[in-house]
Each structure stands twice: as C-alpha cells, then as structure tokens.
C-alpha cells in the first residue's frame, strides 16, 4: 500500500538519504516502494546533537538513512547508549527497548524510542537545575 504524504510549502523530508524541500504551496507526494523516510520533525542536525540522549538519536538517525555507513553508526549508537544509560540508570526501560528494537532491526522505530530518551534526558536535567538554555 503506497504512503501518501501531504506536505507544505518550505517542508522538508528526507527520503534514502535525500533531502527535499517543498518549493510549492502544497504537494502531495506518494510513495510506492519501500524507503527511509524522515519527516521535517523527526530530523535532527548533526549541530543539534549536543547532548548524550541526542547524540543516541543522530546515530540512529544515520543508521536509518544511510544503510550504506549503518554498522559505523550502530557502533556510535552502542557507545552513545552504554554511556547515557551509565549515567542515567533511571533510563534503564527506555534504553532496554531500543536496544531490543535496533536488535530486531527496527531502527526506525528505535529512533522513535530515542525521541522519549530525549524527554526523559530534559527531565533528569530539569530536575536537578540544570538548563541546556
């Protein structure tokens, strides 16, 4: 069954790597065949990863979109999520389902799953007073 994806002007996505960006009012775009596809929301620049939970998440990220470079991404991904479950135990049933999800080779899910290690990253954060401003 194809995915019909509505997008607005100035919207991006990623699509196997690609970069689109809707230059028109509205488009609708169709896709027929399986791809990686990210939405404008779920992108994250490699500027942006500036804390461990999003560094977790841009290596997923990568794994995801760029199958070719996936085992160097999943290495950064290990490292990232050993060191972030390290210092935040409280993490723990977080890190054990994407672990379990990338495992399965459901990295687009995983990278789903990080976006709530994200929140709860602000969380711990926020909780001892500490702002990423």
């Known amino acids: 069954m194809p995915l019909t994806i509505d997008l607005k002007h100035g919207?991006?996505?990623i699509i196997n790597g690609a970069v689109i960006e809707m230059a028109s009012?509205?488009?609708?775009i169709i896709i027929h065949n399986e791809a990686a596809i990210l939405r404008g929301?779920?992108?994250?620049?490699?500027?942006?990863?500036k804390t461990p939970a999003k560094r977790v998440y841009f290596s997923l990220q990568g794994a995801y979109i760029f199958k070719e470079k996936e085992g160097e991404f999943l290495h950064a991904f290990d490292k990232y999520l050993a060191d972030f479950l390290q210092a935040t135990p409280s993490s723990l049933e977080i890190v054990q389902k994407i672990k379990e999800l990338v495992e399965g080779d459901q990295i687009y899910k995983a990278l789903k799953e990080a976006a709530h290690l994200i929140e709860h990253e602000e969380k711990v954060l926020k909780s001892a007073g500490i702002s990423l401003g």
């Open 11 to 13: 919207d991006r996505m």
């Open 25 to 28: 009012p509205n488009s609708k």
């Open 41 to 49: 929301k779920e992108i994250m620049q490699q500027a942006d990863a």
